[in-house]
């Protein structure tokens, strides 16, 4: 019993074989799969989208992520607006703030993330946040975390750190914002020492997993092209860290999963 929470499972580079990597996970246990709908920016918007209206098991974000802030004009934010209607979106995202590709300004990737994070919270959906500062920096740490504050918080409606890489506490801020905390396959890498460190302190029934799919394929993929199938490894990883098995995890990231989207009563009511 596995949820992949994060998998970009459009990318080109499932071209070829999406079918038959859905069917794989699936196959393996992973009842369900989150589409991140950032496609390529406003062109492919409903990306996530599609897939989640063709599979049972997948479900859809919404969301320009902080590499096309840039793109983030009104049209952009009002198609978005009209998506979010759709019923297998469960969250906008991935949003945020990264600094360390700066693909946008930093002023412009600002802007955006509270764009939608006030659309967010209109359509009462929680967020999912992407936040990667320069190296050797908590740059975007400080600025998101701060903008959340100011702005998410009081909504009530939490979201979840996706690929989390912050430090201990960064993730307790988090927690007191009603954020879940996700971890990815950087977790398996040898250098990423703090990431399990945070890994251990966060409650385990704030804990979700993910691939971020088709990037950062955990050991012994590294390097490979990732897919919802290695979430595995993941909760292998956390549960080494933590004592429990890799079924335990899988069973209590699960869980955490349907309690935070109460998908059973929507799986009932679509
Ligand atoms: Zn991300
Ligand atoms: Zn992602």
Not at 50 to 62: C, G, N, P, S, V
Request: glycine share 8%.
């Amino acid at each position: 019993m596995l949820v992949d929470s994060h998998a970009h499972l459009e990318g080109h580079r499932f071209d070829s074989d999406r079918e038959e990597v859905i069917a794989r996970a699936r196959e393996a246990g992973i009842e369900t799969i989150v589409a991140i709908g950032n496609g390529d920016g406003p062109v492919n918007f409903d990306c996530g989208i599609l897939l989640a209206e063709k599979y049972e098991f997948i479900y859809a974000t919404i969301g320009i992520h902080p590499h096309e802030a840039k793109l983030a004009d009104q049209s952009a934010l009002d198609r978005m607006e009209q998506l979010a209607k759709r019923p297998k979106v469960i969250a906008w995202g991935e949003i945020g703030l990264d600094y360390f590709y700066d693909h946008s300004p930093r002023e412009v990737q600002q802007n955006a993330f509270i764009s939608q994070m006030e659309l967010a919270r209109a359509a009462k959906l929680p967020i999912v946040i992407h936040c990667r500062p320069s190296d050797n920096s908590e740059n975007a740490w400080e600025d998101c975390l701060g903008l959340v504050q100011e702005q998410w918080a009081p909504s009530g409606l939490g979201g979840i750190m996706h690929c989390f890489t912050g430090n201990v506490a960064q993730a307790k801020r988090a927690l007191d914002m009603g954020f879940m905390v996700s971890f990815a396959g950087n977790i398996t890498f040898p250098k990423a020492q703090q990431i399990r460190d945070a890994a251990l302190e966060v409650p385990l029934d704030r804990i979700l997993i993910e691939t971020d799919s088709p990037f950062l394929a955990p050991i012994p993929y590294r390097g490979k092209r990732n897919e919802p199938l290695f979430v595995k490894e993941v909760a292998r990883q956390l549960g080494e860290l933590r004592g429990l098995s890799t079924e335990e995890i899988g069973q209590q990231t699960t869980q955490n999963f349907n309690r935070f989207f109460s998908l059973h009563e929507k799986r009932m009511t679509v």
